[in-house]
C-alpha cells in the first residue's frame, strides 16, 4: 500500500470516530440528567391508602369464631349430600345383574349355570364368594330368574350380615369412641397409594368435627413430599365452630413411628377424643415398608395399650381384584379391623364389597359415593344388595 492511501484510510477511520462521538456522547449525557433529575410522583388516593401496610407494624388480627362462621356455610353445605348407594351401583348393576338377566334367553338350564358363572367370576368377587353363591344358584330353580335373584340376594346377605351384625354398636365413626379407656380413640388408615387415604381422613374428620369430637389428624406418611400439606389443607376445612381440629405436622421428622407416638401423646394429653394417623402409601408386596407399618402399631401402644382401636384399610373399588388381594395381604401384617371402600360411584367393579367381606371377615365401615364430604357414607349391607340386583 502506498504512502498516499495510508494516510487516507487514517484520515478515515479518525471521521468515524468523531461521528461516533458525536452520536453518542449526547445520548449518554441526556440519560445522566434524567436519572439525577428524577424524582417520583406523587401518591395517588389509592397508593396512598396501601402506604400503612409497609409499616413494620403487625397485621390485624382476625377472630377465629369469625374466621369459622365465613368458612362454616361451605363445610355445612359439603356435608349434605344427596348421593345414595343405589345411584353409585348402577354401573355395576347393570355389568352383574343385567348379564345374569341376559343369561335366561338361552332355554338350556346347564348353559344358563355356566353363563351365570361366568358373570360372577368376572365381576370381582373372588374365588371363595364366587363358588358360595354358585352353591345357592345351582339348587335354586334355573328356569324362574325371580328364583335365582332370590337365591343370590339370600347368600349375599348371609355373607354381609355375618359380619356386619356384630358391628351394629359402631355404625358410625363416632360410635367408636366408646373404644377409648385412657386418652382418645386412636385410628390408623393404610392402603396403597392412590386409594382415597388422605382425603377419607379429611372426610371422616370433618364428619367428627361437626359433632363436636376435638380430634387431632397425624401425619405420619413422612415419604410423600405433598402428604402433609394435604392433609393440612383437609383439617382446615374441617375445622368449624362445633369442633376443634389440628394437624400433627412435625418439622424434620422423617420416621412414621416417631409421629406416631409423639402424636398419641399429644392427644392423650391434650384431651383429645380422636387420634386419626394418616400412613405412606405401599404396596402390600413390599416386606420391609409393611414392617414399618407393624412398628408404627407398637410404639403407639407403648403410650396407650389398646392403641390403635381401630384399623382401617382404604381401597379403591376400580382396583376389583387387585384390591381384594391388597386387603388379604395387609390384613396378615396388621389385623385390619375395618374397610373404606372410594370411588364406589360410577364404578362397574362394585361386586369387589361383597369379595372383601367376605375373605377378611371384616366389615366395610363406610363407601365413598361423591366428592362432597358427606359422600363418605357408613355402608348398609341390605341397601348394597339391592342396588346390585335391583
Not at 359402631?170 to 377409648?180: F, G
Not at 386418652?183 to 370433618?206: C, D, E, F, Q, R
Not at 348398609?380 to 342396588?387: A, L, Q, R, T, V
Request: hydrophobic fraction near 40%; glycine fraction near 6%; aromatic fraction near 6%.
Amino acid at each position: 500500500m502506498s504512502e498516499s492511501s495510508s494516510y487516507q484510510m487514517n484520515l478515515l477511520l479518525i471521521v468515524i470516530a468523531v461521528l461516533a462521538l458525536a452520536i453518542f456522547i449526547p445520548v449518554i449525557l441526556s440519560f445522566l440528567k434524567k436519572k439525577k433529575q428524577y424524582t417520583p410522583p406523587p401518591l395517588d388516593n389509592a397508593q396512598a391508602d396501601l402506604a400503612p401496610l409497609h409499616k413494620s407494624e403487625p397485621p390485624p388480627q382476625i377472630e377465629l369464631p369469625e374466621l369459622l362462621a365465613e368458612t362454616a356455610p361451605k363445610v355445612e353445605e359439603d356435608l349434605s349430600s344427596s348421593a345414595t348407594i343405589d345411584k353409585a351401583m348402577e354401573k355395576t348393576k347393570d355389568s352383574f345383574f343385567g348379564r345374569i338377566k341376559n343369561a335366561f334367553t338361552n332355554t338350556d338350564k346347564k348353559k344358563v349355570l355356566e353363563e351365570i358363572e361366568e358373570v360372577l367370576y368376572t365381576s370381582d368377587l373372588g374365588p371363595k364368594t364366587v363358588q358360595k353363591l354358585l352353591d345357592k344358584v345351582s339348587s335354586s330353580d334355573m328356569s324362574d330368574i325371580s328364583k335365582v335373584k332370590e337365591s343370590l340376594a339370600s347368600q349375599m346377605q348371609e355373607i354381609l350380615l355375618e359380619v356386619h351384625a356384630s358391628q351394629k354398636d359402631s355404625k358410625l365413626v363416632s360410635d367408636l369412641i366408646h373404644k377409648r379407656t385412657d386418652g382418645p380413640m386412636v385410628l390408623m388408615v393404610v392402603g396403597v397409594n392412590g386409594a382415597g387415604k388422605t382425603t377419607s381422613i379429611g372426610k371422616i374428620t370433618a364428619q367428627l368435627a361437626h359433632q363436636g369430637f376435638k380430634v387431632l389428624v397425624a401425619a405420619g406418611d413422612t415419604f410423600r413430599a405433598a402428604a402433609g400439606g394435604q392433609l393440612k389443607v383437609w383439617t382446615e376445612r374441617a375445622q368449624n365452630a362445633n369442633g376443634h381440629v389440628e394437624i400433627f405436622w412435625p418439622d424434620n421428622v422423617t420416621d412414621p413411628a416417631a409421629v406416631a407416638f409423639d402424636a398419641v401423646n399429644k392427644g392423650k394429653a391434650g384431651g383429645y377424643d380422636f387420634v386419626i394417623l394418616d400412613t405412606a402409601g405401599r404396596l402390600h408386596t413390599q416386606g420391609h415398608l409393611m414392617d414399618e407399618l407393624k412398628k408404627v402399631k407398637r410404639v403407639m401402644a407403648k403410650v396407650i395399650p389398646e392403641a390403635p382401636h381401630e384399623t382401617w384399610i382404604v381401597l379403591d373399588a376400580n382396583s376389583g381384584q387387585n384390591a381384594l388381594n391388597q386387603a388379604v395381604e395387609f390384613n396378615k401384617a396388621l389385623e385390619v379391623t375395618g374397610v373404606v371402600l372410594t370411588k364406589m360411584d360410577g364404578t362397574a367393579k362394585g361386586g369387589v364389597a361383597l369379595g372383601v367381606v367376605d375373605q377378611l371377615a371384616k366389615p366395610i365401615r363406610l363407601v365413598g359415593l361423591g366428592e362432597k364430604i358427606g359422600d363418605l357414607k357408613v355402608f348398609e349391607p341390605k341397601e348394597y344388595i339391592d342396588s346390585i340386583l335391583g
